[in-house]
């Protein structure tokens, strides 16, 4: 790939608005030993974490701060131990990236979340008091030794019940220089969307006009499949997310309504016994993730949590946002859930999901295939027009008959012939 000139880069960052704004910060790491750097990072992040209370689950969404500092275990390895990251946040969180490599590439082998539920300011009405650690060794960043890993697009990685969302990555370890690498291997989402964060938008003197509102999306067909590879959870739906946020073309905010492609989409996600996560990933730009629960003595759920992350190309810092107090889709256990119709699901004031022929079934599938389905009310009221026009039709075509036969029954002989 070709590298791309840091000039180029910084022109760009002036051209809309200044890229970096207080919303995510972007963040630069560092490992020293010595006088030498061994691992560099530059990268912003923001992590979603689901978390127990007294009275259920709650998500919520932490930014790493730009108050972020190296610390903890970090090394540069040696001695048979790995390169380590580990970047110490707020009260007693850290993120712990650990490299590997061989004579040719080097690569993240695995990612650490460690997050302190003592912290009531951003887990309120947590149950426990615990410092959880969760940890994954599919982190997916892998680069050509001596260059930069730049990932630019929004990126989730998924970490026992934590989602780490980076974007804006450029990051190098084994380093043989003091600052990062002029030479990049750029990440396959940058490679297929030129339309990440931080590219200017190709028109950006263009005169600012309304967002139109695109047409009905496409349905997509999304499945997730547990450690043994079965199904375990299936959607059929077409999604139109609308934003609200601040232009950077038009300089104000705006309302955004973009359908979901879902030839560009990847589905992913996990199921436990009584909770489900779909993750949708659209290219480097849009990141959408639903929570489905099912409460156990009923056997019925819902969805429970819908989060996005949203990186799109007028938007001046990815815009994200979570709700995990939801109560849409309810349907029972052992059956899917189904509407044609459209409806729309408020998570907050500047976030909501339009979903158009949709049917899901987060828990008990049986063969990888949806059960029967329960049909929600819109589509049942839907219905019931069109049986009460035609069954109003039918009654006026009885009382014109009936009349008609009374009044050939009354007719007087007298009159039949002229
Ligand atoms: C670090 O650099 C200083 C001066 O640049 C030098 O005096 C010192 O020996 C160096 N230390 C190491 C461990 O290389
Ligand atoms: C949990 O219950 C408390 C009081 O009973 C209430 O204030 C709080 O909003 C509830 N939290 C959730 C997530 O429902
Ligand atoms: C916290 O609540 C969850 C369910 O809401 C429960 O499973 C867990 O045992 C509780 N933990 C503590 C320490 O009370
Ligand atoms: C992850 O990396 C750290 C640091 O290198 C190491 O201590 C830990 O054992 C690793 N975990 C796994 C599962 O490889
Ligand atoms: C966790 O947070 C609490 C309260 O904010 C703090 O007192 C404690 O030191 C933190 N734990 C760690 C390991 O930093
Ligand atoms: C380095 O590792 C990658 C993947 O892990 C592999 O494709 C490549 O062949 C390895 N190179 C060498 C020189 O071992
Ligand atoms: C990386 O750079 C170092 C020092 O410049 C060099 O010794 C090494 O051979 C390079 N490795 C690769 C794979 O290019
Ligand atoms: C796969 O794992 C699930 C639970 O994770 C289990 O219910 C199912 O029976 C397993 N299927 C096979 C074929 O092992
Ligand atoms: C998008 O959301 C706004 C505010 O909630 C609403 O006024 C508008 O009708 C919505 N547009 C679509 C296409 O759903
Ligand atoms: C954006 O709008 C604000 C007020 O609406 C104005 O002060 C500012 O100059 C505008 N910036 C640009 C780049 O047009
Ligand atoms: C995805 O689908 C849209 C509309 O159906 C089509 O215009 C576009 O070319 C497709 N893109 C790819 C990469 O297949
Ligand atoms: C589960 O359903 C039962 C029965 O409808 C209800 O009493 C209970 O509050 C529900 N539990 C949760 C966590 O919503």
């Not at 919520?60 to 275990?73: I, T």
């Not at 056997?299 to 992350?309: A, D, F, M, Q, T």
Request: aromatic share 6%; glycine share 8%.
């Amino acid at each position: 790939m070709t590298p791309t000139h840091p000039c180029v880069v910084g022109i760009a960052c002036f051209a809309i608005l200044g890229c970096v704004t207080v919303a995510q910060a972007l963040v630069t790491l560092e490992v020293t030993e010595g006088n030498s750097t061994c691992i560099k990072a530059e990268l912003s992040a923001s992590f979603s974490i689901t978390y127990d209370t007294a009275n259920g689950t709650r998500t919520v969404m932490v930014p790493l701060p730009g108050s972020a500092v190296v610390g903890g275990a970090s090394s540069c390895g040696g001695d048979g131990r790995s390169p380590w990251l580990v970047a110490l946040f707020g009260d007693g969180h850290t993120l712990g990236l650990s490299f590997s490599s061989n004579n040719s590439l080097y690569s993240v082998s695995n990612l650490t979340l460690q997050y302190n539920l003592s912290d009531v300011t951003t887990f309120p009405e947590a149950n426990s008091t615990d410092v959880v650690t969760v940890e994954t060794t599919s982190v997916g960043m892998v680069a050509r030794v001596n260059t930069t890993y730049r990932c630019i697009s929004v990126s989730p990685v998924i970490v026992g019940g934590a989602t780490v969302t980076f974007s804006n990555v450029k990051m190098e370890a084994y380093m043989t220089g003091d600052d990062l690498s002029p030479n990049e291997s750029v990440c396959t989402a940058d490679q297929n969307s030129p339309t990440a964060p931080l590219h200017p938008p190709s028109t950006t003197t263009a005169a600012p006009v309304p967002v139109p509102t695109p047409g009905t999306p496409n349905q997509g067909s999304y499945s997730v499949s547990n450690s043994n590879g079965t199904v375990c959870l299936l959607a059929r739906m077409a999604l139109q997310l609308n934003i609200s946020h601040f232009s950077a073309l038009q300089n104000k905010t705006i309302q955004e309504v973009v359908n979901l492609l879902p030839n560009q989409t990847t589905s992913s996600g996990s199921c436990d016994p009584s909770s489900a996560t779909l993750v949708l990933t659209q290219g480097g730009t849009t990141n959408l993730s639903f929570l489905f629960t099912l409460n156990t003595t009923s056997n019925r759920y819902h969805l429970s949590g819908l989060s996005v992350v949203a990186a799109w190309s007028d938007m001046t810092a990815p815009f994200n946002t979570s709700n995990s107090s939801l109560d849409y889709l309810r349907g029972s256990l052992g059956r899917s859930y189904m509407c044609s119709s459209e409806q729309t699901l408020a998570v907050d004031q500047n976030f909501s999901l339009n979903t158009f022929q949709l049917q899901v079934q987060p828990f008990g599938l049986t063969r990888g295939q949806f059960a029967q389905a329960e049909e929600c009310q819109l589509d049942q009221d839907n219905m019931l027009i069109p049986i009460v026009v035609g069954a109003a039709l039918a009654g006026l075509v009885l009382i014109v008959l009936i009349a008609y036969l009374i009044g050939r029954k009354r007719r007087p002989a007298g009159y039949q012939t002229i």
